[in-house]
T-cell receptor, first 118, second 112 residues
């Protein structure tokens, strides 16, 4: 079974609008972390935001926020006030075993290609 | 530049040749990771070091692959007897303990 599912292969958004990129996950661990990374065409993975499964508040970092719904096992990324430079591939990732010392490797989804239009 | 660096950025090799990639992590980071990314997919975990100790290896890492991190600083990933299926982007990341991982620009390998 897929551990991380990103069902939107591509998304379009108008500049200055908000956009939500979907991510659902599957784990039996009680402690895990969820990450979003941005990968521009240059190829480098850029860390955006982190949410721990034990965090009560949704994470926010500038224009990025994570809509974490634990019961639904979803961790959607919301980008507010989109900019042309936001055009990139976005990956959701999970790290299991956060509090038991097993939290090392990241498991990634297949990504969503976001295109910001004028 | 104090980010993660990888060399070379691109490598073209013939099937059957050996290749070696290098990763220099962020200096204070004690953990180093290797991932492989094929076209249209997210990165897949290959192996992980804490200081100089290799603590986890994916089953993706066949016997032809070997990674080292001597003295807990830079790391090398070697692929012996390359196959066309090894063509991919090889990404290195580093972190301080279990903090977020910072990725390098990757090495794109093409096996002809």
């Amino acid at each position: 079974a897929q551990k991380i599912t990103q069902t939107q292969p591509g998304m379009f958004v108008q500049e200055k609008e908000a956009v939500t990129l979907d991510c659902t996950y599957d784990t039996s661990d009680q402690s895990y972390g969820l990450f979003w990374y941005k990968q521009p065409s240059s190829g480098e993975m850029i860390f955006l935001i982190y949410q721990g499964s034990y965090d009560e508040q949704n994470a926010t970092e500038g224009r990025y926020s994570l809509n974490f719904q634990k019961a639904r096992k979803s961790a959607n990324l919301v980008i507010s006030a989109s900019q042309l430079g936001d055009s990139a591939m976005y990956f959701c990732a999970m790290r299991e075993g956060e509090l038991t010392g097993g939290g090392n490797k990241l498991t990634f989804g297949t990504g969503t290609q976001l295109k910001v239009e004028l | 530049d104090t980010g993660v660096s990888q060399n070379p950025r691109h490598k073209i090799t013939k099937r059957g040749q050996n290749v070696t990639f290098r990763c220099d992590p962020i200096s204070e980071h004690n953990r180093l990771y290797w991932y492989r990314q094929t076209l249209g997919q997210g990165p897949e975990f290959l192996t992980y070091f804490q200081n100089e100790a290799q603590l986890e290896k994916s089953r993706l890492l066949s016997d032809r692959f070997s990674a080292e991190r001597p003295k807990g600083s830079f790391s090398t990933l070697e692929i012996q007897r390359t196959e066309q299926g090894d063509s991919a982007m090889y990404l290195c990341a580093s972190s301080f303990r279990s903090d977020e991982q910072y990725f390098g620009p990757g090495t794109r390998l093409t096996v002809t």
